[in-house]
T-cell receptor, first 113, second 109 residues
């Protein structure tokens, strides 16, 4: 089992460009999450999904969109990248809510110039 | 006021020392998670606990729900324990984890 994978691992964007980050899990988990991690701060939840076809806003959703068309995939989109979105992005999945262990992907380092 | 506070923020110790990392939170919770983030960035779950104590190898996690406090202990610390340790309480109001800023631990040989 690969667990949780993220594509790409690194990306540099110019301000205003768009991109999609892909997260895939092979554990048949219902819940999936997108976080961002900035230096000196805890993980912040961007969006999450409680099942195929559902998405919900987290703590910092502005500037991002998500889709969960298939249970195993959770996509994070940036329509018009801004320097403030320079961060490390982590995807995670879990069997249930915060009452079950979250499994993390390796992260995507995004730089917006 | 932050809903979760970890202390210390940074900790440097010698190999073999007993390590304690603390986590205090202000909300009612159903459970609390401890995770480890390796220097390379990967994040792995260490414990999820809702009462008492759990042990895995040299790692021990304790929680006192009444005092809203949890600790992570590492016995016989080793340089490979060097990492950021993150506390994440799970509020019983919405089950979305609240993430601590982490404690950066460096164990010197």
């Amino acid at each position: 089992n690969a667990g949780v994978t993220q594509t790409p691992k690194f990306r540099v964007l110019k301000t205003g460009q768009s991109m999609t980050l892909l997260c895939a899990q092979d554990m048949n988990h219902e819940y999936m999450y997108w976080y961002r991690q900035d230096p000196g701060m805890g993980l912040r939840l961007i969006h999450y999904s409680v099942g195929e076809g559902t998405t919900a806003k987290g703590e910092v959703p502005d500037g991002y969109n998500v889709s969960r068309l298939k249970k195993q995939n959770f996509l994070l989109g940036l329509e018009s990248a801004a320097p403030s979105q320079t961060s490390v992005y982590f995807c995670a999945s879990s069997r249930r809510t915060g009452m079950s262990e979250q499994y993390f992907g390796p992260g995507t380092r995004l730089t917006v110039t | 006021k932050n809903e979760v506070e970890q202390s210390p923020q940074n900790l440097t110790a010698q190999e073999g020392e007993f390590i304690t990392i603390n986590c205090s939170y202000s909300v009612g919770i159903s459970a609390l998670h401890w995770l480890q983030q390796h220097p390379g960035g990967g994040i792995v779950s260490l414990f999820m606990l809702s009462s008492g104590k759990k042990k895995h190898g040299r790692l021990i996690a304790t929680i006192n729900i009444q005092e809203k406090h949890s600790s992570l202990h590492i016995t016989a610390s080793h340089p490979r324990d060097s990492a950021v340790y993150i506390c994440a309480p799970c509020p019983d109001s919405n089950y979305q984890l609240i993430w601590g800023a982490g404690t950066k631990l460096i164990i010197k040989p």
